[in-house]
């Protein structure tokens, strides 16, 4: 069991080498002030750095530069995250797919430079690649699965799952830049 | 199926167009996104207004989970669950889910019997051991876990919120515990 761990480990710190921190390294800790202040941005992420530090006891202009420090840093940033309908998609789906014969890294970037595929993942197991793929119909969904499997090369089964109720969704952690 | 949508007028290209300059920023001026857009700061403020009411925009620190460390759930390794529920116990099997704050996300997918759990986690041990906790749930057919490798895409600016009731509830955990702490 341990040796598995270890293997998963090492796999881990060497599919995320690279261009990325390895993600064993501690990262920049937030002080007690910049989590206060992230706890303040959660109930209201416009609020003004001054209101935010009538609040905490701080200064107006420490609060702004605590914010800009972290967002520079690339530790903490507020977005805007807009629901999909905004974006005039009607479903979701998790795509996964098997690969051979090609480096499942090519054909997930193959899949990221579609605009409506919203997330792209490495994944250990069976499929080696995950995403999630926003689509307007239902026939566009069927359309895709179909140019996913014929049209992307290496790709071997693709797996479909529309996603129906979602109960629980909270990007408060996430990657920033991927 | 998830396409009902919440009672609000349907978001129009204005409204795609606000929400993309906000995504990356969502502290940038309303004079800026109007100038920018050619409508009145006041149109902004308005259709921010609208969709925020609707439950369709959420503006919302996200730390990063490469950057930050792992006291603010930094270098965490991102693990999706996925459960097979025995016939009828989709329910019950969810609210067992919902119970553990490291199940970031939670969706069922296809039919009535799959449940898949976004979890972020500190240690691939702890993936494991989390996976030996859900499978030991009552009323479960089958898990299976998958370890993300590596992420290439990931666009925050997107995600199922309208019929969310409660919005990222796991939120920073570590933020509230650490106001709570000071503030004792």
């Given at each position: 069991m341990?040796?598995?761990?270890?293997?998963?480990d090492?796999a881990?710190?060497?599919?995320?080498g690279?261009?990325?921190?390895?993600?064993?390294?501690?990262g920049?800790?937030?002080?007690?002030?910049?989590?206060?202040?992230?706890?303040?941005?959660?109930?209201?992420?416009?609020?003004?750095?001054?209101?935010?530090g009538?609040?905490?006891?701080?200064?107006?202009?420490?609060v702004?530069?605590?914010?800009?420090?972290?967002d520079?840093?690339?530790?903490?940033?507020?977005?805007a995250?807009?629901?999909?309908?905004?974006h005039?998609?009607?479903?979701?789906?998790?795509?996964?797919?098997?690969?051979s014969?090609?480096?499942?890294?090519?054909?997930?970037?193959e899949?990221?430079?579609?605009?409506?595929?919203?997330?792209?993942?490495?994944?250990?197991?069976?499929?080696a690649?995950?995403?999630?793929?926003a689509?307007?119909?239902?026939?566009?969904?069927?359309?895709?699965?179909?140019?996913?499997s014929?049209g992307?090369?290496?790709v071997?089964?693709?797996d479909?799952?529309?996603?129906?109720?979602?109960?629980?969704?909270?990007?408060?952690?996430?990657?920033?830049?991927? | 199926m998830?396409?009902?949508?919440?009672?609000?007028?349907?978001?129009?290209?204005?409204?795609?167009?606000?929400?993309?300059?906000?995504?990356?920023?969502a502290?940038?001026?309303?004079?800026?996104i109007?100038?920018?857009?050619?409508?009145?700061?006041?149109?902004v403020?308005?259709?921010?207004?609208?969709?925020?009411?609707g439950?369709?925009l959420?503006?919302?620190?996200?730390?990063?989970?490469?950057?930050?460390?792992?006291?603010?759930?930094g270098?965490?390794?991102?693990?999706?669950?996925?459960?097979?529920?025995?016939?009828?116990?989709?329910?019950?099997?969810?609210?067992?889910?919902?119970d553990?704050?490291?199940?970031?996300?939670?969706?069922?997918?296809?039919?009535?019997?799959?449940?898949v759990?976004v979890c972020?986690?500190a240690?691939?041990?702890e993936?494991?051991?989390?996976?030996?906790?859900?499978?030991?749930?009552?009323?479960?057919?089958?898990?299976?876990?998958?370890?993300?490798l590596?992420?290439?895409?990931?666009?925050?600016?997107?995600?199922?919120?309208?019929?969310?009731?409660?919005?990222?509830?796991?939120?920073?955990?570590?933020?509230?515990?650490?106001?709570?702490a000071?503030?004792?």
């Amino acid at each position: 069991m341990e040796h598995g761990l270890d293997m998963l480990d090492k796999a881990l710190v060497a599919a995320t080498g690279g261009d990325r921190p390895p993600r064993r390294t501690r990262g920049q800790a937030l002080d007690a002030i910049d989590r206060r202040i992230i706890a303040a941005l959660q109930r209201d992420g416009r609020a003004q750095s001054t209101a935010i530090g009538e609040e905490l006891g701080l200064s107006g202009n420490l609060v702004a530069n605590r914010i800009r420090a972290m967002d520079a840093a690339g530790l903490m940033r507020v977005v805007a995250v807009a629901d999909y309908r905004v974006h005039g998609y009607r479903l979701l789906a998790r795509i996964r797919l098997t690969v051979s014969g090609r480096s499942p890294r090519e054909v997930a970037e193959e899949l990221a430079a579609r605009a409506d595929v919203l997330s792209v993942h490495l994944t250990s197991g069976r499929f080696a690649v995950s995403c999630l793929h926003a689509f307007t119909t239902a026939r566009d969904m069927i359309e895709a699965a179909r140019d996913v499997s014929a049209g992307i090369r290496g790709v071997q089964d693709v797996d479909v799952e529309l996603v129906n109720t979602v109960y629980r969704y909270s990007p408060s952690v996430g990657p920033l830049e991927a | 199926m998830p396409d009902d949508l919440p009672p609000v007028v349907a978001p129009d290209l204005l409204d795609r167009q606000i929400a993309a300059m906000l995504a990356q920023d969502a502290r940038l001026s309303f004079r800026k996104i109007a100038a920018d857009l050619g409508v009145t700061e006041g149109t902004v403020r308005g259709r921010v207004k609208r969709l925020q009411a609707g439950g369709l925009l959420k503006l919302t620190p996200i730390v990063d989970m490469f950057r930050a460390g792992l006291a603010d759930g930094g270098g965490q390794i991102m693990v999706f669950v996925t459960v097979t529920c025995a016939s009828g116990r989709l329910d019950e099997v969810r609210d067992r889910l919902l119970d553990l704050p490291l199940v970031r996300a939670l969706y069922d997918a296809n039919a009535a019997h799959r449940l898949v759990a976004v979890c972020l986690l500190a240690t691939v041990a702890e993936a494991a051991e989390v996976t030996n906790q859900i499978l030991a749930l009552d009323g479960i057919r089958e898990a299976e876990s998958e370890i993300v490798l590596q992420t290439v895409k990931y666009n925050a600016a997107i995600g199922p919120i309208a019929t969310l009731e409660d919005f990222a509830p796991a939120a920073t955990e570590t933020a509230r515990r650490s106001t709570a702490a000071s503030s004792e």
